[in-house]
């Protein structure tokens, strides 16, 4: 666990965190262990490993609040909590906390010639969520696009793996661009990336960025 500025965060491996303050936050948990329990849990995205069954079982209770965009619409249907669609650009605030829905999308991850994983046309997401006045940005699937030059907040969680997402080089040149305290990097150790993608997004930041590489819990 890690602590900043009194949000304890946790990576639960791939891109999943609980961000625990007055509320607790579950973003993305796929494969994840421990007992917490989400007041708000966010969704990226429809992909197994994003929006995984198993894992919103859970970590959910009754009350949660589950956010996803809208492409998740359909597979969220069996969950009776309350569930707030967003699009990207837009802002809402579920249970005090305020999240704001940021593009996520490929721009040269190919799944066949012409084809990215993730259109744009999709809305897909990132996150910016607001805890106790702290800003965190959770980027989903994305690659290194013009929306993160705009990207202000405290910590951010970026991918680093490629394949799927930007690389370690790409993220590090988006790190560069962003206005983050503190840089993460996420999307590794499962599906496809190792820790020496997260350590060498580190090394290509140098003195120029925090970047702080966290252990699975």
């Not at 198993?54 to 996803?68: G, L, N």
Request: with cysteine.
């Amino acid at each position: 666990m890690w602590t900043y500025e009194g949000i304890r965060v946790r990576w639960l491996g791939h891109d999943g965190f609980v961000l625990s303050g007055s509320r607790t936050v579950i973003i993305d948990p796929f494969k994840a262990k421990g007992d917490y329990k989400a007041d708000v849990l966010l969704i990226t995205h429809e992909h197994f490993d994003h929006l995984s069954d198993e894992d919103i079982r859970k970590f959910v209770t009754p009350s949660t609040t589950i956010v996803a965009p809208k492409i998740c619409e359909e597979p969220l249907k069996p969950y009776g909590q309350e569930k707030l669609f967003v699009k990207p650009g837009s802002s809402i605030e579920a249970k005090g906390v305020k999240i704001e829905a940021v593009p996520a999308y490929n721009l040269n991850k190919f799944r066949e010639p012409g084809k990215v994983f993730h259109p744009r046309e999709d809305g897909r997401v990132g996150y910016i969520v607001t805890v106790d006045g702290v800003r965190f940005y959770q980027a989903g699937d994305s690659d290194a696009t013009p929306e993160l030059k705009s990207v202000d907040v405290d910590v951010a969680f970026l991918p680093v793996s490629g394949t799927y997402v930007m690389t370690a080089e790409e993220a590090a040149e988006a790190a560069k661009g962003m206005k983050a305290k503190v840089v993460v990097p996420m999307h590794f150790q499962s599906i496809v990336g190792t820790k020496a993608d997260a350590e060498r997004f580190k090394k290509l930041l140098g003195a120029s960025k925090t970047v702080k590489i966290l252990e699975q819990e």
